[in-house]
């Protein structure tokens, strides 16, 4: 996979990631991963409990520095260019990160100054961004009284003002009932088709991968496989992703969580 | 391995669209936004724990109208610069409270950061594009504008306390907010009233106290206070950011943090007790020369120090430098602590 170090502004991929290790101790969560996410492409990251989702999305928002190898956004090297890779970046956590006790708009404008955006400014994105999640008529609201899928939403909303061109989301759809879940990847798909983002989405449930998407599976640490949906079956023979994902990882069928 | 790449008609198009947007270089501006925007979270988020606010409050007074009141006698008058003659105990202990309201303010916010840690809220603030560094000493403005706060509370107390009013002054200042207690207990068994009327009638009686207390200051001609409030203020300050920067470095390094009475046996009382805050050090070293010794090695003793004679609108330079120093020595270790690289975190398996 040879990478051009100067390609020009408009081929740099939304995210490079090349050879990073990392280990917690003796406890080595990550062994030579490498991935690339093309600008305006939704690309899902398969993997399980524990296959080194959370340390790699860690790695990526430079909560900690890869050791190892390599991590651009938009060319921006995440140790040496930190701002502007991090100003570029839009992350939903798998953790609940607002505060309960203010209302959505207090929690959009404390992320908005946290991007040293502030007054009118501030004000029109977050009134943009609550639009763009449906929650408008919610704004004074604290965010307590919120559900856990309108929540989420607003998590996504927060992430995007600073408009970032590359969202990654940590599993952001767990413990979201059916009809919030659809509204969620709603929401996320459509910022891909309409508004050009890359966007990173971390899961384990396997329907939520279309065809038209790119997929990476990490596994036990390792990437065992980078493609599209229609090269991932036809590698494993398998007709569904999750028979694709169980062959090639080996584990076994009828855990609850691989439902397809 | 398959490389990943985007088809033709996939590649972003230029336009209006959110992806296409360069991000702005950071100017002051931005700095100052972000710095705002940190602090004003952390007091709005103060105001909004009513608790912590009232439990923040009683702490000192406790100390102040038992403790004190108890130590008068037994410890007589005290006479240590920077008093020119013998002065009442509770004038001599005010400083000490002043800085027990900064030493528990301070643990208190490196509680809620290891809190932060695990909810993620930390990691929404690592991720925002400014350096490390500026991000939590921001951090630790909030929690010290939030500690000040505190403190003006507390000295608007002591000042009406010292000025000895009689009971029709005292019933004019509590009156208001004797009053809103009721209607809150009687709310709390009836549930009569919705969270907007009570939120109304908080607010009415915080400006009914405030106009009591022009009131008392006009009628009874009270004097300007006896310290200098004012000179207090930059001695609060440092010696907030320095207990800050103390329980930021705490937070990063010590796991076992999280409950706070580990907080309390292994850092509040012995930095409390070991300290000036509470007794001259010259009667301490009477009775033991090394635990004198462990009290002058004792940041907090110099924080107290220094408020102590900003009280009088004098400086401590001693005590002003090893406050300094002890700053700079806490930040640096946070924010060492806290760098992604060379960090604890990074070793340990970090936030979250």
């Not at chain 1, 065992?224 to 569904?240: I, K, R």
Request: proline share 4%; charged share 15%.
């Amino acid at each position: 996979m040879a990478v051009e170090h100067r390609t020009p502004e408009a081929e740099t991929p939304a995210l490079l990631v090349r050879d990073v290790s990392h280990a917690f101790g003796d406890n080595r969560a990550l062994s030579d991963v490498s991935l690339e996410i093309p600008r305006g492409r939704f690309v899902v990251l398969l993997g399980l409990n524990g296959a080194g989702k959370s340390t790699l999305f860690s790695l990526i928002t430079r909560l900690y520095d890869n050791v190892t190898g390599e991590i651009r956004i938009f060319g921006a090297d995440i140790r040496r260019r930190a701002t502007a890779a991090l100003q570029r970046l839009g992350v939903v956590f798998q953790s609940r990160t607002l505060d309960l006790d203010l209302t959505l708009q207090q929690n959009l404008f404390y992320h908005c100054a946290l991007h040293g955006i502030s007054g009118a400014d501030a004000r029109a994105r977050t009134a943009q961004a609550l639009a763009t999640v449906g929650l408008t008529d919610r704004a004074e609201e604290k965010v307590r009284n919120l559900s856990g899928g309108q929540s989420r939403r607003l998590e996504i909303a927060r992430s995007l003002l600073h408009r970032p061109s590359l969202l990654l989301l940590d599993e952001p759809t767990v413990g979201l009932d059916i009809g919030s879940r659809e509204s969620v990847v709603k929401i996320v798909r459509s910022l891909v088709e309409k508004e050009g983002l890359a966007v990173l989405w971390a899961t384990h449930l396997f329907d939520e991968v279309l065809p038209t998407d790119l997929v990476v599976l990490l596994h036990k640490g390792r990437v065992l496989f980078t493609g599209t949906v229609p090269e991932l079956l036809a590698h494993t023979e398998m007709q569904t992703v999750s028979d694709a994902f169980r062959k090639m990882t080996g584990t076994a069928a009828g855990t609850g969580e691989l439902a397809a | 391995m398959t490389t990943l790449s985007a088809t033709d008609q996939q590649r972003p198009r230029s336009g209006d669209r959110i992806a296409d947007n360069a991000p702005p270089p950071l100017g002051v501006h931005a700095y100052v936004t972000c710095l705002y925007g940190i602090v004003w979270r952390e007091v709005l988020r103060y105001m909004h724990q009513r608790e912590r606010f009232l439990s923040a409050l009683v702490r000192p007074l406790i100390w102040l109208f038992i403790f004190a009141a108890g130590f008068r006698q037994a410890l007589g008058v005290q006479n240590t610069p920077p008093y020119d003659g013998a002065v009442l105990y509770e004038v001599y202990v005010l400083p000490g409270l002043i800085g027990m309201i900064l030493l528990f303010n301070a643990m208190q916010s490196s509680l809620s950061m290891v809190y932060d840690r695990e909810t993620g809220a930390m990691r929404t603030l690592l991720v925002s594009p400014f350096p490390r560094w500026f991000l939590l000493v921001s951090k630790l403005v909030g929690g010290v504008a939030v500690a000040a706060i505190q403190v003006y509370v507390f000295l608007i107390i002591f000042y009406f306390w010292e000025a000895d009013l009689g009971s029709t002054g005292y019933a004019l200042l509590l009156g208001p907010l004797g009053a809103l207690a009721v209607l809150a207990i009687i709310n709390a068994f009836g549930k009569m009233f919705s969270q907007r009327t009570m939120a109304g009638a908080l607010a009415a009686a915080l400006i009914a106290t405030a106009v009591m207390m022009a009131v008392v200051i006009f009628a009874w001609d009270l004097p300007a206070p006896s310290m200098n409030y004012l000179a207090v203020l930059p001695a609060v300050l440092i010696a907030g950011f320095m207990l800050g920067s103390l329980a930021l470095l705490l937070s990063s390094v010590v796991r076992q943090l999280e409950n706070f009475a580990g907080v309390m046996n292994f850092v509040i009382f012995p930095m409390f007790f070991a300290s000036s805050a509470l007794y001259p050090l010259s009667r301490i070293e009477q009775s033991s020369p090394v635990l004198y010794y462990i009290c002058q090695l004792n940041p907090f003793t110099h924080a107290v120090e220094l408020i102590r004679f900003a009280l009088y609108a004098r400086v401590d330079w001693a005590s002003l430098g090893i406050v300094l120093l002890c700053t700079a020595i806490f930040l640096g270790g946070a924010i060492y602590a806290y760098n992604p690289s060379k960090g604890l975190i990074a070793r340990r398996g970090g936030p979250g």
